[in-house]
Antibody, heavy 117, light 110 residues
């Protein structure tokens, strides 16, 4: 069974940093593109970032503004999102998802990040 | 900045047919945007329904179908059921490794 499990969500103050993790199992992780998507409480889904199977190609939504870094460890079947200079507006549930066929195929259950002073 | 538009809300009667759309603030949606559709119920992760415009994801009932209608992507639910009451999101690939979600449509079945 394909499974994604996010972790690392926390309550932080503005300006702090956080690293989210996504553990993958049940499929060939090293062969898939991967995405991070977030959802503000009570609001819609927003694409954050994606990474190629070998980790050499990445891209980010404009609002990230150089503050986030996506990475992966194919040997450990892990996806990461390093988030720096966090702002209140980054408060959201963050989902990782597999990226096949230009879509987000399988999603994790999400991990909650709250940024508040 | 490109905005992906969806109807904020829609309602359908049980057994009825409803078509939700996904447009662009500037320009037309085409198959080159690889439209995909997701269903989300409160407190749950999204579920992929349709990808590459009209391909159903594994296990998705055939009452869900995707298409291009005019200048928009469309998700049609034929024979709506009570458990179709959910939020529905579309995503468009805008090229250069960028995806954008629509704002979502809250579907009520009553």
């Amino acid at each position: 069974e394909v499974q994604l499990v996010e972790s690392g969500g926390d309550l932080l103050q503005p300006g702090e940093s956080l690293r989210l993790s996504c553990a993958a199992s049940g499929f060939t992780f090293s062969g898939d593109w991967m995405h991070w998507v977030r959802q503000t409480p009570g609001k819609g889904l927003v694409w954050v970032s994606y990474i190629s199977p070998d980790g050499t190609t990445t891209n980010y939504a404009d609002y990230v503004n150089g503050r986030f870094t996506i990475s992966r460890d194919n040997a450990k079947n892990m996806l990461f999102l390093q988030m720096d200079s966090l702002r209140a507006e980054d408060t959201a549930v963050y989902y990782c998802a597999t990226g096949r066929t230009y879509a987000m195929d399988v999603w994790g259950q999400g991990t909650a990040v709250t940024v508040s002073s | 900045q490109t905005v992906v538009t969806q109807e904020p809300a829609f309602s359908v009667s049980p057994g009825g047919t409803v078509t939700l759309t996904c447009g662009l603030s500037s320009g037309s949606v085409s198959t080159n945007h690889y439209p995909s559709w997701y269903q989300q119920t409160p407190g749950r992760a999204p579920r992929l329904l349709i990808y590459i415009t009209n391909t159903r994801s594994s296990g998705v009932p055939d009452r869900f179908s995707g298409s291009i209608l005019g200048n928009k992507a469309a998700l049609t639910i034929t024979g709506a059921q009570a458990d179709d009451e959910s939020d529905y999101y579309c995503v468009l690939f805008l090229g250069r490794g960028t995806w954008v979600f629509g704002g979502g449509t809250k579907l009520t079945v009553l």
